[in-house]
C-alpha cells in the first residue's frame, strides 16, 4: 500500500521535513501545501528532481489545493508566523490561531482518515485547537515538542562531557516552552544517572540553555530553527508509518494522566500505527512533578485565550 504525507506549510521546516522524509524513502507521496502555489510547486519540483541521484523513487508534489492531501496517512502541520527575536512561543498565539483552524477545517474535510503532527507554535495549544476543529480522536493528534526538546539537552550533555550523543538518554516533558520540564531522573550517560557525570550547577546551566535553545538560534541566524524540527518530526512519522511503538516524549491529550485533564502537554508516548498511546506514567520525584502542574498551568492559560 503506497504511504502518502502531507505536509501544510512550505516553509523551513516544511520543506526540509519533506527532503529528509524523501531523502529516507519513508513515503512514496509526499504532497507539500502553501497559500503561494509557486513555492510549493517549486521546492516539490526540486527535491523529486533530486531522488534519481537518491536512488529513490519518491514523487512529491506542491500546490495551495488541499484536495490533493486526500488519502494521506499522516498530516503535517508547519504553517504560521514565525517567532521573531524578542518574542516568545506564546505571543503567536493569537496569529497562528486562525490559520490553525483553517488548517484543520480542512483536513476534516480532505483527509479525514490522518494522524496529524502539529509543529506550529505555540504548539500544546495549537494542538489542543487542531483536535477540537477536527473532532479526531486523541490518538490521531500529535505536538512535536519532546522530540526536539530531548535532543537539544542530548546534544548539550554529549558536548559538556565530550561524549557520544546516543550514550545519553534524555526526556524533556511539559509545555514547548519556557515552562519545559527536563525529567533529571530519567536521564542517564552510559545508563548511570546524569547526576553523577554532571554537577548539578552545571547541569541547570544545560537544562536553561535547552529552554532557550529556539531563542538561541533565532538570536544567532535571524529565523527560527528548522533541521532539528524537521529531523523531529520524521522521527516521529517513522516510528508511526513503520508501527515500531518508539517510545517518545510527545505534547497529547490528557484525561486524567499524571493528575492532569483537558489540555495537550508533553508526555512519555509510543508512536505507532495508531498514533500515540500514552505510556505507562513515569515516576517523577517531588520537583520535577511540580515542574509539570505549573507548567501545565501555563498551557492551560494559553488554551483559555482560544476563542473557542
Known sequence: MTKKISIIGAGKVGSTTAHILALKGLAEDIVLINRTEGIAKGIALDIMESMPVEGRNVKVYG???????????????????????????????????????????????????????????????????????????????????????????????????????????????????????????????NGAPISKMIGNERLGKLIARTKDAGAEIIKLEGSSAFYAPASSVVSMIDSILNDKMKMMPCSVYVEGEYGLKDIFIGLPVALGKNGAAIAEQLSLDESEKEELILSSEKISKSIKELDI
Not at 511539559?174 to 531522573?185: F, L, P, Q, T
Open 63 to 189: 500546490s495551495s489545493n488541499y484536495s490533493l492531501i486526500s488519502g494521506s496517512d499522516i498530516v503535517v502541520i508547519t504553517a504560521g508566523a514565525q517567532r521573531k527575536e524578542g518574542m516568545s512561543r506564546e505571543d503567536l498565539l493569537k496569529i497562528n490561531s486562525n490559520i490553525v483552524t483553517e488548517i484543520s477545517n480542512e483536513i476534516k474535510k480532505y483527509a479525514p482518515e490522518s494522524i496529524i503532527i502539529i509543529v506550529t507554535n505555540p504548539l500544546d495549544a495549537m494542538a489542543y485547537l487542531v483536535k477540537k476543529v477536527t473532532g479526531f480522536e486523541r490518538n490521531r493528534v500529535i505536538g512535536m515538542a519532546g522530540v526536539l526538546d530531548s535532543s537539544r539537552l542530548r546534544s548539550f550533555m554529549a558536548e559538556e562531557l565530550k561524549a557520544d550523543v546516543n550514550d545519553i538518554n534524555a526526556l524533556v516533558l511539559g509545555s514547548h516552552g519556557d515552562s519545559m520540564v527536563a525529567a533529571v531522573s530519567h536521564t542517564t550517560f
